[in-house]
């Protein structure tokens, strides 16, 4: 059965009922944040105690998140824009087989990862002890989302039309790929850059190995938030990750959905 505007009561009442399910263990994760003692429930009251001790000893780690999910945005596009062009123009066996090398730090377990790193770059004390080597660990592990996005599109055979019309008219590999075919995928590029500020911004596995007590990210601070065995403490931290990092990709999603109308004809 469906209303006069087309939608079905009950895919909307399976939707709210699932949506439900999901959210339900957040807010009550979220609401122990704000009670004095969770076992006794709101009888025993309201403070703000535990999000102010969560600010005060782990609110450096808020900026270094985000800045650390920015730089791997930053060298994934740098890096992989060019990639996925070179491998969408290519269809020889080694470029199918860089491919799939690329993909392997996704099914790979980030704490094997982690270990390579560790095993490779380690013994460079000065580059092992800062966020550099955790962005490192980062771009290894989100490049594969923005290359097999991007060379997706890439790969449309509109493309290859529109890239051999300007070479025609003289244009210099520089100019087609900046003026051309960059601008053609934005959209794709856009979102390969929202993933790979989302996956940055969250990632654990990899981060926990590869930190220091110096170079703390948002979700090592989670972990070491319920380490504490106070239910309180890492539900205030959850809270504190939350409403740093929602509006943050609500902002982006935001930009995204703009430009997307801008370039769209």
């Given at each position: ?39 006794r429930?709101?009888a ?40 996925a ?10 470029a199918?087989?860089?491919?799939e ?50 060379a ?43 993933m ?70």
């Amino acid at each position: 059965m469906k209303t006069a505007h087309g939608r079905s009561p009950w895919l909307a009442g399976i939707t709210a009922a699932v949506a439900l399910f999901l959210l339900a263990p957040m807010a009550v994760s979220v609401s122990a944040a704000f009670v004095v003692n969770y076992s006794r429930g709101i009888a025993s009251g309201f403070t703000s105690r535990w999000l102010l001790q969560v600010w005060d000893v782990y609110g450096q780690t808020v900026a270094a998140s985000l800045l650390l999910a920015l730089a791997c945005v930053a060298c994934t596009l740098v890096l992989g824009v060019p990639c996925a062009w070179a491998l969408s123009q290519s269809r020889s066996r080694l470029a199918r087989v860089f491919e799939e090398l690329l993909t392997l730090p996704v099914a790979v377990p980030g704490l094997a990862t982690a270990l390579a790193l560790l095993l490779a770059y380690g013994g460079y004390t000065g580059f092992r002890q800062g966020f550099g080597f955790i962005l490192v660990g980062h771009v290894v592990f989100t490049l594969p989302f923005m290359v097999r996005g991007v060379a997706a599109a890439f790969a449309r055979g509109e493309l290859r039309a529109l890239d051999e019309a300007a070479r025609t008219l003289g244009a210099g590999f520089g100019q087609r790929f900046l003026g051309v075919l960059v601008p053609a995928v934005l959209p794709a590029i856009v979102a390969g850059c929202l993933m790979v500020f989302t996956l940055s911004v969250g990632e654990f596995n990899l981060t926990w190995m590869l930190h220091t007590p110096l170079t703390r990210t948002l979700p090592v601070g989670l972990a070491d938030s319920y380490a504490s065995m106070r239910i309180e403490l890492g539900s205030a931290y959850t809270f504190v990750f939350l409403a740093v990092v929602l509006p943050v990709l609500w902002a982006l999603q935001g930009c995204a959905a703009w430009l997307q109308k801008r370039i769209s004809p």
